[in-house]
């Protein structure tokens, strides 16, 4: 098993920036992929980014050239940070873990960001 747990949610005013961090422990050695995503009311789940051990990254396209994503593999810790946000960016932000891109094997809990305009 692994656990997530974010911190770094809040409320930010449209055009700020937001840093989400996500701390695993458990059973993390099989857990290649760390990532992002996020629900918004009413919305499905869709992914923000992910990355893996080595650093490769992908990204949706709502997030690229806004959002990094980067991760400390030595504190087993991966970090959402989000620049130029928008009202649309509000959403349930969730950690994710699994073995590779797009096919999640863990969640976290979930953090608001609320984005007001």
């Known amino acids: 098993q692994v656990q997530l747990v974010e911190s770094g949610g809040g409320l930010v005013q449209a055009g700020g920036s937001v840093r989400l961090s996500c701390a695993a422990s458990?059973?993390?050695?099989?857990?290649?992929?760390m990532g992002w995503y996020r629900q918004a009311p009413g919305k499905q789940r869709e992914l923000v980014a992910e990355i893996t051990r080595g650093g490769s990254t992908i990204y949706a396209d709502s997030a690229k050239g806004r959002f990094i994503i980067s991760r400390d593999n030595a504190k087993n810790t991966v970090f959402l940070q989000m620049n130029s946000l928008k009202p649309e960016d509000t959403a349930v932000y969730y950690c994710?873990?699994?073995?590779?891109?797009?096919?999640?094997?863990?969640w976290g809990q979930g953090t608001q960001v609320t984005v007001s305009s």
């Open positions: 458990g059973s993390i050695f099989g857990s290649i992929v």
């Open positions: 994710s873990a699994g073995r590779q891109f797009r096919s999640t094997n863990y």
